[in-house]
């Protein structure tokens, strides 16, 4: 098993910035690729990005590409987001995720709770 807890959403202004943590805890942490998701209102949850285990590789969304990036600190048992340049549109829930395939944006089987990201225009 792996426990996840997200922290670091609020509101934000368009064009602001924020950075998202996720604690894991249980099983080895430096195991798991890394990554994010996120669901909108009346939207499924869509992948945002991902990190492999030694976080060298990572995969992101069209949507995010050039404004989020993932990083990751296996001393730490710690992943971030760090989302910059945010748009109205970037409003959700994020959920960290362990196990996923980071370069198809499959989830894998642990989730965190969530944290709220809202993004006023």
């Known amino acids: 098993q792996v426990q996840l807890v997200e922290s670091g959403g609020g509101l934000v202004q368009a064009g602001g910035s924020l950075r998202l943590s996720c604690a894991a805890s249980?099983?080895?942490?430096?195991?798991?690729?890394m990554g994010w998701f996120r669901q909108a209102p009346g939207k499924e949850r869509e992948f945002v990005g991902g990190?492999?285990?030694?976080?060298?590789?990572?995969n992101y969304a069209d949507s995010v590409k050039g404004r989020f990036t993932i990083s990751r600190d296996n001393a730490k048992n710690t992943v971030y987001l760090q989302m910059n340049s945010l748009k109205p549109e970037d409003t959700a829930v994020y959920y960290c995720?362990?196990?996923?395939?980071?370069?198809?944006?499959?989830?894998?089987?642990?989730w965190g709770q969530g944290t709220q990201v809202t993004v006023s225009s």
């Open positions: 995720n362990a196990g996923l395939d980071y370069g198809l944006g499959y989830a894998g089987k642990y």
């Open positions: 249980g099983r080895t942490f430096s195991n798991y690729a």
């Open positions: 990190i492999s285990w030694s976080g060298s590789r990572t």
